[in-house]
C-alpha cells in the first residue's frame, strides 16, 4: 500500500517561515562538493595530493563517486521517523539513524545494480561514505568515549538496529524529491533505467531486511579487500572525507543565508601564498621586535616595515638570521629539526615554510603543538603579527584565550580581533592563512574527529610544522606515524631531543633530519650554542638538600625554578618555601595542570615574565617557582639555578633546557642542576627512574652542554613499541566511529568548583556558553564528588568539586592536607 506522502520532504528543522527541504540539501551539497573540490582548483589539486590520488583519470573518478555520494547521503531521511522530528516541536526518537538507511539504499539489489553501468562507481565506496559520515556507524555494538565524556558509554551505533521499540517505519522513497535526486544521478553518471525504490516499510523479514545482511556481507568482503589495495583505498577515504566537509559546507552556509558559489569562489579559491607574503607578515615583524629588544628599544610593527624597503629588510633578515636557520629552508618538504632549546627553532621553521609556499601551490602555514599552552605561546610570538584576518588561534579554548590576550597583548596582537566567525564553526576558519593550534585539532582526523575532518581542506592546503613531537605520548605518537606514512603535504616535525627509535621511525616514513653531523660543520653559530657548557650538574642527597639548595640560591637573589613530577608535592614544596622565604616577602610561584584556566593563565603570565629573558644585571631579580611537567615543551623560562626529582631522560633533558637558555649572564656562567630522587617513581616507571640515574651519574659534578645530554640521551634511551601505521580513519571500511587520539586519562575529570555555579549556570542560560572556559578545572575523579541531581543544567562531562578547604587561585586544587604529602 502507498504511504501517504508530505508534500516536502524536510532535510532540517524548520526555523520560523524557512523550509530546506530534502532535495534542496542534497542537490546544495552535491554543488559544494563540485565547487570545493574542482580538479583546476589549487583545493582540489591539494585534497588530490593530500590522499595520493594521482592522474587525471583517477582524480575524475574520485570527484564523480564524491558528487553521488552527496546526492545519496540523507536520502534516508525521507522516512516517518524524521520527518516528525523536524516538523513538530519537541524531541521525537528516532527509530533508525537517517544515514543507516541512505546506506541501505544503496544495498538494493536495483540501485547497485543500476549504479554499476558506469564502471566508474565504486558502489562500496559510496556506500561507505554515506553510512558514515556523522561517525556513528558500527558493525557491532561498541563502546566509545567522546570528545566531553568523562566516562566510557555503550553506544548502539550498530548499522541499522533500531533505537525505540518500534518495529516498523514508513519510508518515504517513492517521493518526487527522491525521484528528482534519482534523475540527478542518473543525468550526472550517465544512467539509464532509473529504478523503482520499494514502498515497503522498513520492518523484520522485509526486502531491507535482505538489503542489509547483503550490505553486511559486501562490508566485509570490502575491507578485507581495500586494506590490501592502496590506491582504493586512498579513494575511500578522500571520499568519505569529502563528504563530511561538503555537508558541513551545505548545511553551514545556508543556515547562514550565504551564497555556496560566491562564498566558496571567495574563500576556497583565494590566491595562494605570495612570494613575499610570510616574510611581510610573520619573519620580518618578528626580526624587528628580536633586534629592538637587543637595543632596548620599544617595537612598533607598522612603523618598521614603513621605515625598511624590500632589499633593506632583507639585508636585516641576512644580518638577523643564524645560518642553521637559513639552511632549515633547504632541507626539502619533509624534514625533522634537531635543535637544542633555545637554538631558534621556530624561526627557522618560517623560512622553511616560507620556501615550501614557493615550491608548493598552497595557501596556509600551520602550526601544531602539544598543549593549548604551547599553541598559545606560538600564537602570541608567532602567528599574530599577521593580519587579524589571516591569523587563527585554534584550541578548545581559544575564543576565551584570545580575550584574555587582550588584557595584556604582545607587541604581536595589539589591537587586533583574531576571532572567526563561530555561527560556521570549523568553516570560518577557512578562510585564514596562518594558524597556531593544538596538534589534535588538525590530526584528530586520523581517530575520526569530526572538527578536524572539516579542517581538512586547510590541512590539505598548507605547509605544517609539528613542535615538540618529543612530548607525544605513545597513541599520539602512533597517530603521527600513521600520518606521515598515508598523506602527501610538506611537513617539518621538530624537538630538542628525540629517542633514537623515535627519530628512526620518523626518518622511516620519510623525514629528512636535521643537522647531521656532516651538516654541523658548517654550522658554527649552532654548534657554539649547542655545545657551549651551560651547566653544572650537582646531585644532591634528597629533599632536604635540594631545599636548602633553593632558599639560599634565593637569598643570593638567584632565579630558581623547581620541577617535580605530581601536583601535591608542588604545593607542599611551594608552602614550604613560603614559610622559609617570610622574611624575604617572596611570592613562591606555583605552575601546574590542577587551576581553573582563568587563574592558570594569570600564573602562566607571572611565571613567564619572573624568568624572562634579561641580560642587564640591574634587570634580573630573584625568583622562585615550584612547577610540574608543564614547564617542559616550548616555555622560554630562563633559571640560573634548577631543582628537579629524577624523571626519565627526555623529560629531564627538556627540563635543563630552561635554564641559562640564552647565556643571558655571560659566556662563563654555568646554572646549576640539583636532582634528587622523588619518594615515589609515579606516575613514570621504575625502570625509566633508574636508566636516568645511569645518564645522571655520567654528568655528576661536569660543566655540561646541551649537546652531551642529546648524545647522552641517544645511549640510554630504551627502544619504544614500534608503530604499525594503522588509524580508524584508515582501517574502518564501511564503518566510521570517534576514537582518542591521545591515551586517555582516566584519572582527571574537568569540573566546575561549587562557588563559580552560579557565574556558570548564567553563562550557559546565555548566548555565549563559551564564557565558561575560564571556570573549567582537571582534578582527580575522586575529587570531583559534589554533583548531585540538582546540577543536571550542567554539561554531562563535568563534574562539581568542593572549593572550602581544596582551592586557592594562587596555588589550585589541594586534595590532602599538605603535611601529609611525603617530600622524600
Not at 615583524?285 to 625598511?308: E, N, V, Y
Not at 585539532?441 to 572539516?454: A, D, I, K, P, T
Request: some cysteine; proline content about 4%.
Amino acid at each position: 500500500m502507498m504511504p501517504n506522502l508530505p508534500e516536502q520532504l524536510l532535510a532540517k528543522s524548520k526555523r520560523g517561515d524557512r523550509v530546506i527541504t530534502l532535495e534542496a540539501h542534497l542537490r546544495d551539497t552535491e554543488t559544494c562538493a563540485s565547487q570545493i573540490f574542482r580538479l583546476d582548483g589549487r583545493w582540489g589539486q591539494n585534497w588530490c595530493r593530500l590522499f595520493k590520488i594521482q592522474g587525471r583519470e583517477i582524480q575524475e573518478k574520485f570527484l564523480l563517486n564524491l558528487r553521488i555520494a552527496a546526492l545519496f547521503h540523507d536520502i534516508g531521511k525521507a522516512n516517518e521517523d524524521f520527518y516528525a522530528a523536524v516538523s513538530t516541536p519537541g524531541f521525537k526518537a528516532q527509530t533508525l539513524r537517517h544515514e543507516h538507511l541512505s546506506a541501505l539504499v544503496l544495498c538494493l539489489s536495483e540501485v547497485r545494480n543500476w549504479l554499476a553501468q558506469n564502471s566508474n562507481l565504486d558502489i562500496d565506496v559510496i556506500t561507505a561514505a554515506v553510512l558514515s559520515h556523522h561517525l556513528k556507524a558500527s558493525e557491532s555494538q561498541i563502546t566509545v568515549k567522546d570528545d566531553k565524556e568523562t566516562s566510557e558509554k555503550l553506544k548502539n551505533y550498530r548499522w541499522c538496529q533500531p533505537q525505540t521499540l518500534k518495529t516498523s517505519v514508513t519510508l518515504y522513497l517513492n517521493h518526487d524529491e527522491v525521484n528528482r535526486i534519482l534523475e540527478r544521478i542518473a543525468a550526472i553518471a550517465t544512467l539509464t533505467d532509473i529504478p523503482v525504490l520499494p514502498q515497503a516499510s522498513w520492518k523484520a523479514g522485509s526486502i531491507w531486511d535482505q538489503a542489509y545482511k547483503k550490505g553486511k556481507d559486501a562490508g566485509r568482503h570490502f575491507k578485507r579487500n581495500v586494506g590490501a589495495d592502496n590506491p582504493r583505498r586512498s579513494l575511500l577515504v578522500a571520499i568519505k572525507a569529502g563528504l563530511i566537509v561538503a555537508d558541513a559546507a551545505a548545511s553551514g552556509l545556508v543556515r547562514e543565508n550565504k551564497d555556496i558559489t560566491d562564498w566558496i569562489e571567495a574563500v576556497v579559491h583565494a590566491d595562494a601564498i605570495g612570494q613575499d607574503q610570510i616574510a611581510t607578515a610573520i619573519i620580518n615583524p618578528r626580526i624587528g621586535q628580536i633586534r629592538a629588544r637587543q637595543a632596548g628599544q620599544a617595537f612598533d610593527q607598522k612603523a618598521f616595515l614603513t621605515k625598511h624597503t624590500p632589499a633593506q629588510l632583507e639585508v636585516l633578515q641576512d644580518q638577523t638570521l643564524q645560518e642553521f636557520q637559513k639552511q632549515i629552508a633547504k632541507q626539502g618538504s619533509k624534514a625533522l629539526l634537531l635543535a637544542a632549546c633555545g637554538a631558534g627553532k621556530t624561526l627557522g621553521a618560517w623560512k622553511w615554510a616560507e620556501q615550501q609556499s614557493r615550491e608548493y601551490n598552497i595557501g596556509k602555514v600551520i602550526f601544531l603543538y602539544p598543549t593549548r599552552g604551547t599553541a598559545t605561546e606560538g600564537f602570541r610570538d608567532y602567528v599574530g603579527w599577521a593580519p587579524e584576518a589571516d591569523a587563527a588561534l585554534i584550541t578548545g579554548t581559544a575564543r576565551y584565550e584570545l580575550e584574555a590576550m587582550q588584557e595584556n597583548p604582545s607587541d604581536a596582537i595589539q589591537g587586533k580581533d583574531f576571532q572567526a566567525d563561530e555561527r560556521l564553526y570549523a568553516l570560518g576558519f577557512w578562510s585564514r592563512r596562518f594558524f597556531s593550534a593544538t596538534v589534535d585539532q588538525f590530526l584528530g582526523f586520523v581517530e575520526h574527529s569530526y572538527q578536524s575532518l572539516c579542517l581538512l581542506p586547510v590541512l590539505a592546503d598548507s605547509a605544517v610544522i609539528i613542535d615538540e613531537v618529543h612530548s607525544f605520548d605513545q597513541r599520539m605518537f602512533d597517530s603521527l606515524v600513521s600520518f606521515l606514512e598515508n598523506f602527501d603535504l610538506p611537513v617539518l616535525c621538530m624537538t630538542a631531543t628525540l629517542p633514537p627509535s623515535r627519530r628512526k621511525r620518523l626518518e622511516k616514513v620519510g623525514l629528512k633530519a636535521y643537522p647531521t653531523e656532516a651538516d654541523r660543520e658548517i654550522l658554527p653559530d649552532l654548534e657554539e650554542k649547542e655545545k657551549h657548557p651551560r651547566y653544572y650538574l650537582e646531585p644532591v642527597a634528597n629533599f632536604e638538600a635540594a631545599f636548602n639548595q633553593a632558599v639560599s640560591a634565593y637569598q643570593q637573589g638567584e632565579r630558581v625554578l623547581w620541577v617535580v613530577n605530581t601536583v601535591d608535592r608542588c604545593l607542599t614544596i611551594a608552602q614550604k618555601l613560603t614559610t622559609a622565604l617570610r622574611d624575604l616577602d617572596a611570592e613562591v610561584l606555583t605552575y601546574h595542570s590542577r587551576f581553573r584556566l582563568c587563574d592558570r593563565q594569570a600564573v602562566h603570565a607571572k611565571t613567564v615574565a619572573a624568568f624572562a629573558i634579561q641580560k642587564g644585571s640591574e634587570e634580573r631579580k630573584a625568583a622562585i617557582a615550584v612547577t610540574t611537567q608543564v614547564c617542559e615543551m616550548s616555555l622560554d623560562l630562563d633559571a640560573d639555578v634548577l631543582i628537579t626529582e629524577v624523571a626519565p631522560i627526555p623529560s629531564l633533558v627538556q627540563r635543563f633546557g630552561r635554564a641559562n637558555r640564552h647565556l643571558a649572564r655571560g659566556q662563563e656562567f654555568r646554572a646549576r642542576l640539583h636532582t634528587y630522587f622523588p619518594p615515589s617513581h609515579l606516575p613514570y616507571q621504575k625502570d625509566e627512574l633508574k636508566v636516568a640515574a645511569a645518564f645522571l651519574q655520567e654528568f655528576k659534578d661536569c660543566d655540561i652542554s646541551q649537546h652531551q645530554f642529546a648524545e647522552a640521551l641517544e645511549r640510554y634511551a630504551p627502544p619504544e613499541r614500534e608503530p604499525d601505521g594503522s588509524a580508524r580513519f584508515l582501517d574502518s571500511g564501511y564503518y566510521a566511529t570517534p576514537g582518542s587520539f591521545r591515551d586517555t586519562d582516566d584519572f582527571a575529570i574537568p569540573c566546575v568548583l561549587d562557588r563559580d555555579l552560579p557565574d556558570v549556570k548564567t553563562i550557559l542560560d546565555s548566548s555565549e556558553k563559551y564564557r565558561k572556559e575560564p571556570y573549567i578545572i582537571s582534578i582527580p575523579k575522586k575529587w570531583a564528588n559534589a554533583r548531585t541531581e540538582e546540577h543536571n543544567w550542567l554539561p554531562k562531562y563535568l563534574g562539581v568539586a568542593t572549593w572550602e578547604g581544596h582551592y586557592d587561585e594562587h596555588r589550585g586544587f589541594i586534595t590532602k592536607p599538605l603535611e601529609e604529602v611525603e617530600l622524600g
